[in-house]
Every structure is written in C-alpha cells, then in structure tokens.
C-alpha cells in the first residue's frame, strides 16, 4: 500500500534518478524536481534525466576482480534502474561497462515517468527546500545552483568544497584514419559485450609523443578566475595537461599508456597509444579515453588532429572545464546521509562527495532505501562495511579525515581486511565474494 507521505528529490541525474525509483518501488510517492530546462548547467547539453556529461563509461564490470564492478553487482541485485538501463544499451568496451549515452538517459527518464508515484516537476529549487518538505533528498550533484549552494552554505556554518572536472572530446567514426588506427582491446581482454576489439588505437612513436606533450604545455588554455585559483581537481579526472606537467613520461604511463597494445602494420608495441571508445550504440561517436582537457577549443583542434589517425578528425564535442562542488559529508551528515544541522534533508550522488557515476547512484539507491524505511517507522538498514555500498558510505560519513576530505571512488582500499593469507589478486577475489555474501544478507 503507498505511503500517504511524499519525498521530495532535488535533482535528476543518476543519483536523484536511483533514489526516486527506490523509493517509488517501495510504494513512496515521489515529486522529482529537475531545472533543467528552466536553468541550464556549463556541462548539461540537454534536459534529459540521468544525463552522462563526462564519459559514457561506468568502468569495470568484473565483479570478481574490481571493486567498481562489486558495486555494479551489488546495485543489480538492490533493483538499481540505472544498472537496469546501462545493461540494456551497453556498448562494446573491452572489461568496461560502457552505455549509449542518449539510449541509456532515456530509458531511466521513461521508466520514472511511467510510474504512477513519480512525479516531475521541471524547476529550480531556489534555495533551501520549504519547510512543509519533511522528507527530501538533495541529489544536485556537483553542478548544484548557486542559491542553493548558497543556501547549504549557510546551514552548514562553512563553505563547500570544489574541485575542476575536465570533459574529454567526441570524434566522429568516419573521420578516423582506418588506415593508421586499428582495433584491439588491451591484452586483448574480452568484454561483456563479448569482443575483444572494442578501442580504436592511434600509435605514437617517441618522437610524436614528445611533440604531443610539448604541445600539450604549451597550448592556450582555459584561464581561472581568482577566487578559483586554489581549487584542486580530482584525481581521476585530471586534465591531461596537468598529468603532463607532472613529468615528460607521465601520459606514457597513464591514459596514452601503450601497454597489451600491438601495432599490427609494425607488429611491435608502439612508444605511446591514444585510445578511443564507443559512445552511442550505432557506432558513430568515440571518446578519447582519458583525454579531459582545459585547453581552449581552437587550441584542441590543432593539436589532437596531430595524433596520427586523427588528422582529420572532425569533434562532435570539444573537451571543456567546470566547477564541481560536494559537502564535507564526514562532517555534515550522519551514517543514513542526512544534514545533521537539518535532518530532514538527506543528500546522495556527487554532492556528498563520491565520485564516479556508479558511486553516485549507489549513493543515491541507498538514500532512496533510507528514506522509506523512514517513512515506514523504521530504522533505516545500513549495508555492512564489507560490501561496496557500504564501504563507500562509510568513507564518506564517518570513515574520512574531515580536514583533508576529497571525493573518492569506490576502491578496495575502503573496504575493511579480510582474514587469511590472501594475496594480490586473491585478495580481492576473495574481498569481492565477501562482499557479494553480505550484500545477499543485507538485501533479505
């Protein structure tokens, strides 16, 4: 029987997403309140629901070897909408889950609007919630509005923290020089789309890769204001200027990393490899893997079309900078995400300061199951430190230093030791099938 009560959900990207599809599974009525279109965002392109701005990525999907891909699992078996949705428009992408990014929005938006206690309500949320919201979860991400950033700020007695998120480009499929790239995955690794092809690979030689790095520093890039100056960027997402900087070999052994790869015209390992990976299901748009970027667009054009493979590359998306913001969660919210200055709020995705798509939603799922247990009189259920979910929520409310808090993906380092003489890959097998059996013990 539906709950007489109603959960307000601030925000529509994959966490508000997740959390209005548990709770509207648990027979919660929901009002999912999205400004898109009304307000716009510097990295949104459209108003679509559980839009992907970045990569098409969710990363790995090996749940034996890979904490992201624990968490994939765990998030199957909880009912995740957004799992459901990846896993129907995945692309080909080597040991990664890769989606669609326009098939995979529109199938989370249809399902929620299809649900007899969804409701969307296309507005901005000016500032804190009202008071007669009793029950509402802030899902605004990392490009949350400034009244209500503003607002939060003022309730939280301190300023959130920021970070820089950088955006990698699009090419179009027919503008890639077939003749010089080649497929392959590396190592050759079969995918859960069943290939073992599924990058597109443009090699370098030594002394392209030297004139690439050259160029990268000293290319015109995007200028900061003063007042952001300071911000760090997140690891993971770091431009690839800034991981330049970092040492003349940096890229060699990060995204432009050449190894498992082989050049078949040459049959040797190149000096340094640019991948690119799928993005929408007909084939037509790659990714630049790993390629987030400050540089100006002019700045990009000329130098991307010097990689070999891509003199003629045409962008359906330039790379680009913006301003990511999250709460000091360790601080401010309690072990079941709520604002502990306010706890009616209840916060999930990006804002609370995971990091990752999966990480967000998960989030999300969780403050979803929170939040109708509530309503139902009950204690809400936190998932064992053991499981992925419950590691990661863990870091993020009580488990990380406060004064030195950063957003985190999920990663076997959160999750707790395991017994017994286990070692490197066997440890994390044996962490990922603990955490499977405690997930199962938890859901029931």
């Known amino acids: 029987m539906a709950s007489s009560r109603k959960v307000h959900i601030v925000g529509g990207g994959l966490a508000g ?5 548990q709770l509207a599974s648990a027979d919660v009525a929901v009002v999912l ?22 990569s098409n990525s969710f990363r790995s ?4 070897n890979n904490a992201v891909g624990v968490l994939h699992e765990e998030m199957r078996r909880a009912g995740s909408l957004i799992m459901r949705a990846a896993d129907a428009h995945k692309l080909p992408a080597g040991g990664a889950l890769a989606v669609d990014r326009h098939g995979f929005s529109a199938a989370v938006q249809e399902t929620l609007l299809a649900h007899p206690l969804v409701t969307l309500a296309r507005e901005e949320v000016a500032g804190l919630p009202p008071d007669d919201w009793d029950s509402t979860i802030i899902a605004t991400g990392p490009l949350t509005s400034p009244a209500l950033a503003g607002a939060l700020a003022k309730v939280t007695g301190e300023e959130s923290l920021a970070f820089f998120d950088a955006i990698a480009p699009i090419v179009h499929h027919d503008s890639i020089d077939q003749a010089i790239a080649w497929k392959q995955s590396r190592y050759d690794k079969t995918g859960p789309g069943g290939g073992n092809a599924d990058y597109i690979n443009c090699p370098l030689d030594k002394e392209q890769y030297d004139g690439f790095v050259a160029g990268l520093l000293a290319g015109d890039k995007t200028e900061f204001k003063q007042w952001e100056a300071s911000t760090p960027y997140f690891q993971g997402c770091q431009p690839i200027e800034i991981i ?15 190894v498992g790869l082989r050049d078949p015209r040459t049959g040797t390992r190149p000096w340094a490899v640019v991948q690119l990976r799928q993005d929408n299901a007909l084939g037509t748009l790659w990714n630049i893997v790993g390629f987030q970027t400050k540089l100006k667009h002019a700045e990009q054009g000329r130098l991307f079309r010097t990689i070999p493979g891509l003199r003629n590359a045409e962008f359906a998306r330039l790379g680009g900078l913006h301003r990511n913001t999250f709460l000091n969660s360790p601080r401010l919210l309690d072990g079941t995400l709520r604002l502990k200055a306010l706890p009616r709020l209840r916060f999930a995705g990006q804002i609370t300061g995971c990091e990752g798509y999966v990480e967000s939603a998960a989030v999300g799922l969780l403050a979803g199951r ?13 998932p064992p430190g053991t499981t992925a979910m419950g590691a990661l929520l863990h870091h993020i409310t009580v488990g990380a230093d406060a004064a030195t808090f950063q957003p985190m993906n999920v990663n076997f380092g959160l999750f707790p030791p395991i017994d017994g003489s286990f070692r490197g890959k066997e440890r994390k097998q044996a962490m990922a099938v603990r955490a499977l059996d405690d997930f199962d013990r938890w859901l029931t």
């Not at 990295?43 to 839009?51: D, N």
């Not at 330049?244 to 050449?258: D, I, N, T």
């Open 17 to 21: 997403s997740e959390a209005a599809w």
């Open 33 to 54: 309140h999205e400004m898109r279109p009304v307000r716009g965002t510097e990295a949104h392109l459209t108003e679509s629901l559980a839009e992907l701005v970045c």
């Open 61 to 64: 999907d090996d749940a034996q």
């Open 244 to 258: 330049a900087a970092s040492g003349p070999q940096s890229l060699r052994f990060g995204p432009m990393k050449p």
């Open 370 to 382: 929170f939040a109708a247990a509530e309503l139902r009189g009950e204690q809400p259920s936190v």
